[in-house]
């Protein structure tokens, strides 16, 4: 007869030789933080690559999101090309799909028609 404990194997311990993974993140990042640079998980990457530590791209990023460190706000698709046209560029009196679009979410941001009519008839007093 076997006992329990000849069929389980020995707990493994971890070699002496590992790294801890986020403590070595956690390392990079402060360094660039006191240097000034915005820690980036590409550069983080390839810092530690050199340093013979292999982590993945989640994991660094999970690191600095809980370092405070959170990630770039990015722009929405129809953002990036548009840019809106002062006045003084638009010599023409007629109102555009552009305009009226900007007017909408206007409308939608004041909570109606008739406060921001409202609101506008204020800030035509403001200008006389």
């Known amino acids: 007869m ?3 404990a000849a ?9 002496k030789s590992e790294v801890n993974k986020s403590a070595e993140i956690r390392k990079v990042a402060a360094g660039m ?6 820690p980036r998980p590409v550069v983080v990457i390839d810092i530690l690559k050199k340093q013979g530590v292999e982590v993945s791209s989640p994991q660094v990023s999970m690191v600095l999101k809980k370092m405070g460190f959170r990630p770039r706000k990015r722009r929405k698709s129809g953002e990036a090309g548009v840019k809106p046209q002062s006045p003084a560029v638009r010599k023409s009196g007629k109102v555009t799909v552009d ?9 939608a ?4 028609i008739d406060r921001a009519l409202a ?4 800030l035509k007093g403001f200008e006389s």
């Open 109 to 112: 941001s004041m909570g109606g």
């Open 33 to 38: 933080k006191a240097k000034g640079e915005k």
């Open 99 to 107: 305009d009226l679009v900007r007017a909408q979410k206007v409308v």
């Open 2 to 4: 076997t006992s329990d």
């Open 119 to 122: 609101a506008i008839q204020a």
């Open 7 to 15: 069929k389980k194997p020995a707990p493994k311990k971890p070699a």
